[in-house]
Every structure is written in C-alpha cells, then in structure tokens.
C-alpha cells in the first residue's frame, strides 16, 4: 500500500489483528478461556510498547474523552479492552454466550421498530463489540440480521465466518461488492435488520466535518445517504465492554424514517451526521476506553 494518509489508517493495532485472532483461536480452543485470558495481557503490552504513532494517536484521543492528559494507565485500559473483545470474538462470533454476562438496554424500542415489518439500520461505531450486539439479536431476533462489512476487513471476515460457519459467513454483505445495495434493500424489505459501523471512512468516501470531542474531525456520510435512500428506521448499537465476558448492548431510536424530497436530502444527511457525531461523542465520554481509535482522527488531511 502506498504512504499517504490511507496507509497511516491501516497502521494500527486492528493491522495485526487477524494474526492475534488466529492466535486466540488456537488457544481459546485447546486451552480455554482463562488461560487465553491470561495471555491477553504480554499482548497487550506487545501492542501498546511497539506502536508509538498509534499509541500517540491514542492518548490525543484519551486525552479529549477524559478532559485531562491520559497516562499510560489510560492506555493500557484501552488497549487491553481492544485486546479483550478480539478473545472474545471466537465465542461470540459462532452465537456461543454461554458464560458471558450480556445486558441489553433500548430492546424494547428495537422490538417495537421490528414489529413495523420495515426493516432496520443499525448505526455501530469502532466500539466495544459489535459482535456482542449479533450474538444477541441473532438469539432473540425473529427476523434475520446482517452486516454491512467493508472489503477492507476482508482477512478478518473469512476467519470470522470459519468460527461461525456458513449461516454466518452469510450474514455479512461485503460493501463495495457488486450488489451489495441490493442485498441490503432485500433485507431491509423483508423486515430485517442490517448493522453498519458509521464512525470511519476507509478512504474514498465522502465525509462531512462535524465538532467531535472540541474539535473538527471527519465523518462519512455514506450511512446516512444510504438511510435516506432506503427510507429506512435507523438505530444506534454499542456493545460495550464492561469487563471479562461482560458486555452492555445499547439500542436507541435514532431516526424513524420515512422518504425525504430529494431537494431536502442533503440537509437530511449533514443532520443525520451532526446528531451521529453528538451521540458518539456522549457515549465516548461516558465509556471511553470503548472507542478503539489507533489514529489522528481529526488529521485535517482527512477532511
């Protein structure tokens, strides 16, 4: 990959995931989770002690979360939380909660939208895990759920779908794949739900500059344009990590829908973005070392 600010977003700890999963896999397989558990942390310090840039990157975002300069305790917190939801993935990604502790806020919003029979967006971030909130919608949710996952994680899915087999590797819609609008119109026609991490572009997108934690920073506006097409109901979904196999999944209306004129859909989208912005920033505040940001976020090049 060339150097550029493209290059500078895939440098993170997330780089070397997919080795640290295949690792994990191994491990929590033949050995359990408590002795992966144990190893979590030489790796987190493997991590945190080998990425300057990233742990640099880390600490500006710390630092605004916290309203005071983040130390290197601030630090391991998050590393060691990112750490923790790869492990718990092995689990969690084939629907196995057995042992974890799951709590679930908005359900019953959620369960009033899926009774409308429209179908669902559900705006995720790079927070906590996302997996947790698929474990627990694909256990009690009566209409089938999907997600919207870039190419760009590519190497990550195919490990993911052998952990969850072929239902699961189903589930995933590739963005940028030929037809993948389609599969997520499909979906959403036939009542169901289709999740999306909306708090990152990948590169190429189109972004919006929104105030997030004191100071301008890039958001795409691709989920937001994609809800306006559709028409869709849209929901915020954070699976918060609150400790070993500890999640709390929080579901929250975020807009009810509907068509817009397209002379209005512009407006539409930069207020859809503004309040996604507002809702991330508050729940990074309340919980943040969830938020697993390795890079300048609000680098002006990717404005």
């Known amino acids: 990959m060339p150097d550029g600010s493209r290059a500078a977003w895939t440098a993170t700890p997330e780089r070397g995931s997919d080795a640290v999963v295949r690792a994990m896999v191994w491990v929590a397989r033949w050995l359990g989770w408590h002795v992966a558990q144990i190893l979590l942390r030489p790796i987190t310090a493997y991590f945190l002690l080998s990425s ?6 880390a600490r500006v975002y710390l630092g605004r979360a916290l309203d005071r300069p983040a130390g290197l305790r601030d630090l391991w917190r998050l590393y060691f939380a990112f750490a923790s939801t790869i492990l718990d993935r092995v689990w969690l990604v084939p629907g196995e909660t057995r042992g974890f502790t799951l709590e679930i806020r908005g359900l019953e919003a959620l369960r009033e939208v899926i009774a409308q029979g429209r179908g669902c967006l559900l705006f995720g971030a790079h927070f906590g895990s996302f997996e947790a909130l698929r474990a627990v919608a694909d256990a009690g949710s009566p209409v089938a759920v999907s997600v919207l996952m870039h190419e760009a994680n590519a190497r990550l899915k195919a490990i993911l779908d052998a952990l969850g087999g072929p239902d699961r590797a189903g589930a995933v819609i590739p963005l940028g794949e030929p037809g993948a609008m389609l599969r997520v119109r499909e979906a959403l026609e036939a009542g169901g739900l289709v999740g999306l991490l909306a708090d990152r572009n990948p590169g190429g997108e189109r972004v919006r ?3 997030f934690l004191g100071r301008p920073a890039p958001l795409p506006t691709g989920p937001h344009l994609l809800a306006e ?3 869709a109901p849209v929901m915020t979904a954070f699976g918060i990590w609150r400790g070993p196999r500890h999640y709390e999944m929080r579901f ?3 807009s009810p829908g509907g068509p817009t004129p397209r002379a209005q859909r512009e407006q539409a989208i930069a207020a859809s973005t ?4 507002a809702r991330l920033e508050a729940i990074c505040r309340e919980y943040p070392y969830n938020w697993f940001n390795f890079h300048d976020f609000w680098a002006e090049e990717r404005l």
Do not use: M, N
Request: positive net charge; glycine residues 6%.
């Open 52 to 57: 300057p840039r990233q742990r640099a990157a």
């Open 209 to 211: 500059r929104v105030d």
């Open 229 to 231: 097409v559709l028409g």
């Open 252 to 254: 929250e209306a975020f």
């Open 274 to 277: 503004d309040r996604y912005a």
